[in-house]
């Protein structure tokens, strides 16, 4: 997929055929990266009228792939787009954080859908305080409840639990997955938790 090829270069994550397709459609390559920076931009700006525990993470998540997509942008063809948060009278941004950071949860012994940051990528895997370690089919049944399901094609290595063992993970670009976030945090899909 050519949107994921653009996500990898930005993220300095690319295979050789990946950037072998994005040099042979240079046009469609800063288009897609200018798409891209907008997509986010609106993120931000749905986020930042959101609240909730999940807020601050959110907004450091997006804040982070932005600076990657603008970086490559402007590494590529020297543009420069303003982005919501560096408008004039815009509140001041913190700075965005970096590694994988899980989002925090409400205290529970069942299994929930858990979700962190790394590498560009959102992470999922089935867990909770006090749960049982979760299966893969736990996580196809969580991610389906969410209205998750595209992010479950994404194999990602297992995620190690706080309490010792490894729960399988999935994973997927951010650029597949802004929309289910913005509809999770926004409380507009099934298991979000805003109302």
Request: aromatic share 4%.
């Amino acid at each position: 997929m050519f949107e994921a090829a653009v996500t990898a270069h930005a993220a300095g994550e690319a295979s050789a055929s990946e950037l072998k397709a994005l040099e042979a459609h240079p046009d469609e390559w800063t288009r897609v990266l200018r798409r891209l920076v907008f997509e986010t931009d609106d993120a931000l700006r749905s986020t930042l009228r959101s609240s909730g525990e999940e807020r601050d993470q959110v907004l450091a998540d997006l804040r982070a792939e932005r600076d990657r997509l603008a970086a490559a942008l402007a590494a590529r063809t020297g543009d420069s787009i303003v982005g919501v948060e560096d408008r004039p009278g815009a509140p001041s941004r913190a700075p965005a954080g970096g590694g994988a950071a899980p989002v925090a949860a409400e205290p529970q012994e069942t299994l929930a859908l858990q979700a962190s940051w790394s590498d560009g990528r959102v992470v999922v895997w089935p867990g909770g305080p006090g749960a049982p370690v979760g299966t893969s089919g736990d996580l196809d049944r969580l991610l389906a409840g969410s209205e998750g399901a595209g992010i479950g094609g994404g194999r990602h290595a297992p995620v190690s639990l706080p309490s010792g063992p490894a729960v399988g993970a999935r994973s997927a670009p951010i650029s597949q997955t802004l929309g289910w976030l913005v509809g999770l945090g926004a409380g507009a899909l099934p298991g979000s938790a805003a109302g």
